[in-house]
């Protein structure tokens, strides 16, 4: 019995083992495929990135005037809103805010964040959709924030993607989030869909824009980022210094509408224009995000 009652303790202190094993190898695939693991921070690498902004030429007057205009399509607007039921997903009553992250918070659950190994055909909010459901179970942040700039268009909701980018030409990773407008309280304000989904506020709580959160870096003022949409926190994570590098400049579309990077459905009926870098004076952009710097920072998040 004794003998029994030992071959069973082995055994349970294996499984334990093996279950072990098993955790720490799922942590890791879905950290490797970036999937919203939320993992530690490089600190000389964030103080690396904060130095880079703080030291960065300030903004600068442009006389030339830039513009962005909105080609918001009814009937295409119909079309998602009854393709996705957005309607279910928030009340009537609720504000602009309160139903744009109903939506962000839609888009992340059901796509996770993954460097796609076939980029999709259809690049807009149905087609994406489908893809995820034929193709690949998710994809990157500039599909993400696509598609969730049309869900919240074909909603009513005014939204702008916005492409954020490092200093380091040689570095080919950036960062593709929306804005999206409040009228209640008459700004703009990030709302990211990938990694996991994040806002960000200052300290007592107040919704920040991309513009506001490149001034807290710079100014070392505490910024609360609420991964997953809850539990705000200060404390410097992997998004937190993710996006510090992030922020250097910025790049945006001249003219937004439904099926704007979907080149194939729609190759000539909308004027896309090109894209307004804003930059520090001095700063030359680079990639296909150069055509119009400008380092009027009043214009450019107008």
Known sequence: MKRFGKILFQLAIYLLALIGLITLAFLFFIGSKGYGLSVSYNAPDYAERIELLRTAAPYTP????IDMRFSIDSLRS???MDYFRLDTLY???DSTWEKSLAIGKFVTRNIPHANQTVYPEQVHAIGLWEYTKNVEP???CRLHSIMTFELLSAAGIKARYI???PKDKNDQDCHVVNEVWLPEQRKWVMLDTDMGGHYVTDTVGNLLSLKEMREHYIADKAMLFYPGYENGSSQITYYYEYMAKNVYWFARWENLGFYQEDFTAQPDSMARGSYYALVPDGFEPFGRYAPKPTSDVEQFWQ
């Open 62 to 65: 442009d006389t030339t005037p």
């Open 78 to 80: 119909a079309e998602i």
């Open 91 to 93: 009340s009537t009553d």
């Open 138 to 140: 998710a994809f990157n």
């Open 163 to 165: 492409t954020c980018l």
